[in-house]
């Protein structure tokens, strides 16, 4: 079945709703040329058609009289954040993670990352880091993260790193401003363009 990637659909949200997982999809013989296309990875385009393989039965044999168990791979999903201040790793401040009914305590990590386990069809989730005057608030929009090679997708990433700036697709000057920021803070000339240094330092401090 192909279907058309919408703004908020992934390969493993698709997959989970068909019963999948994302390798699973993402590896059909009929994908390949989407494969082939993509430098960054999953990042999938709203318009990009991505066929869904049918389900395949698959028999395990079990005794009758024994209790077994089978887990199915690919569900949940990870998110993963670093928490950076100052361009450091921020470390050992309480931070409450509030997602899919649940709110998670702990403490961040001497490296800044935090790690959880989450629905793969999950929307949104809220970020409290610190305590006192001090707590910040983070709303976390998940699964719309934009390609890189389009000016949202760089928007997008520049908020995820603490560079605060609407998703609007626009190069207006509250972006110019922040990505002279950004350039000049990993040492890259200071144009507040979007040029090939720049994208490439944003895929190596974000992620693709």
């Avoid at 068909?18 to 960054?40: M, Q, Y």
């Avoid at 389009?150 to 605060?164: D, K, S």
Wanted: charged share 30%; aromatic share 6%; net charge neutral.
């Amino acid at each position: 079945m192909w279907i058309t990637i919408g703004l908020k659909d992934t390969a493993e949200s698709l997959g989970f709703a068909h019963g999948l997982i994302w390798e699973t999809v993402w590896a059909a013989p009929e994908n390949a040329d989407l494969r082939n296309s993509k430098r960054e990875g999953l990042v999938l385009h709203p318009g990009d058609r991505l066929f869904i393989p049918e389900r395949r039965q698959q028999w395990k044999p079990a005794p009758l009289d024994q209790r077994s168990t089978f887990r199915r791979r690919g569900v949940p999903s990870k998110i993963r954040l670093k928490l950076e201040l100052n361009d450091l790793p921020e470390q050992g401040v309480p931070y409450v993670l509030e997602i899919d009914q649940q709110r998670i305590e702990s403490w961040v990590p001497a490296n800044g990352i935090i790690e959880h386990w989450v629905r793969p069809d999950q929307d949104d989730a809220v970020l409290w880091v610190g305590q006192g005057a001090t707590r910040r608030r983070l709303l976390l929009k998940l699964r719309e993260l934009r390609p890189l090679d389009t000016l949202e997708g760089v928007q997008n990433r520049l908020a995820n790193l603490g560079y605060p700036v609407s998703g609007s697709g626009e190069l207006d000057e509250p972006t110019r401003d922040m990505l002279r920021l950004f350039q000049q803070r990993n040492e890259l000339p200071v144009t507040g363009e979007v040029d090939e240094a720049t994208l490439a330092r944003l895929k190596a401090r974000h992620g693709p």
